[in-house]
């Protein structure tokens, strides 16, 4: 190695780490005028009930369309926003938005709960409680067709105002999953204070169910023990990302509840949901009146 391509070498990745640098400023500039001009929208996916495949609830999940760069996924907005500190308007916008849907579908005749997720500043942010409560009386909804998802490494830090803020939502009738589960390091102590009614498997583990996977068996095993850790403890369990019907046959006869993924339906707008679930409650009534 000589010193000149050592030292072409360090500039190679100082200009890698600058551009980098700048594409992440050029996100954020346009992230909060996106926020700001509530350019950010929702997708939808349902959550089945896994022995009867009714839709049960439906989460929302943020998308972004950018008119330069095309649509950016939340893996990237979400974590820059936390950065940043745009995560609350973002949040705010986000809740927003599902409280105007349930009243839009509540007047079409459709009453469907909406789980939406948080971030674990959010949880720390002191004025969430208040800003939620204002949200919910401001459109009217009832706070128990909302449920608010929260991943379990952010369920986890600060626990202590974790358990007080989420007791606090609990009392507006808000429902609490814990998201990507068995991802993060649960202490099962703070896991049993919490107020919490799902717990939902993370798809690192569902998609390992299958035995082109030398770790099928271990994943399997996993999964099992999560859903007599979440009955044990009087909790649903939700299994994500489920794609193929091998992964939906062994969920449903380990006794998983309920079930999201492409299997079932892919997250999709709240035009092309709002007519899958009239068309569900049309089934429904003709079964009825059969
Ligand atoms: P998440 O909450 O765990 O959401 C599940 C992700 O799995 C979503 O990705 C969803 O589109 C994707 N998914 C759905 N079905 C399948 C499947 O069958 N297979 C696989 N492999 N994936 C599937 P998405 O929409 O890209 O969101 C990624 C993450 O970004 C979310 O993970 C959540 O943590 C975060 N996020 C999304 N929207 C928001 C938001 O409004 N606020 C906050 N704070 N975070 C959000
Ligand atoms: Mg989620
Ligand atoms: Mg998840
Ligand atoms: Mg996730």
Known sequence: YSAKAERNQVQFYKRKYSQQESKRRM????????????????????R???????????????????????????NIFIPIAEETGLIHELS??????????????HNTGIDVPIAFNLSVKDLKYFDLVHN??????????????LEVEITESAAMTDVINTV???????????????????????????LSQLPVD??????????????????????????RTIISLA????????????????????????GCHMGQGIFFYHPMPATQLS????????????????
């Open 231 to 254: 009955q044990s403890l009087g909790l649903n369990t939700v299994a994500e990302g489920i794609e193929t019907p091998n992964q939906y046959n062994t969920l449903k006869s380990l």
């Open 92 to 105: 705010q916008l986000v809740m927003e938005m599902v409280c105007q849907q349930l009243v839009d579908w």
């Open 164 to 190: 007080k803020v989420l007791k606090q939502l609990k009392q507006f009738g808000i429902k609490l999953s814990i998201d990507d589960f068995g991802k993060g390091y649960s202490s099962l102590a703070y």
């Open 48 to 74: 089945v009930d896994i022995h009867t495949g009714k839709i049960r609830s439906v989460e929302a999940l943020c998308r972004w369309d950018d008119e330069e760069s095309g649509s950016i996924p939340p």
């Open 132 to 145: 939620l409560r204002d949200t919910i009386n401001h459109y009217g909804v009832s706070g128990n067709m």
């Open 198 to 223: 799902n717990l939902k498997i993370d798809k690192y583990f569902v998609s390992r169910l299958s035995p082109n996977f030398k770790d099928h068996m271990v994943n399997l095993n996993i999964i």
């Open 275 to 290: 007519k899958l679930l009239h068309r569900e409650a049309r089934l429904a009534r003709n079964t009825i009146n059969q």
């Open 27 to 46: 996100i954020e500039k346009k992230l909060k005028v996106a926020i700001a001009e509530r350019h950010l929208h929702l997708f939808y996916q349902p």
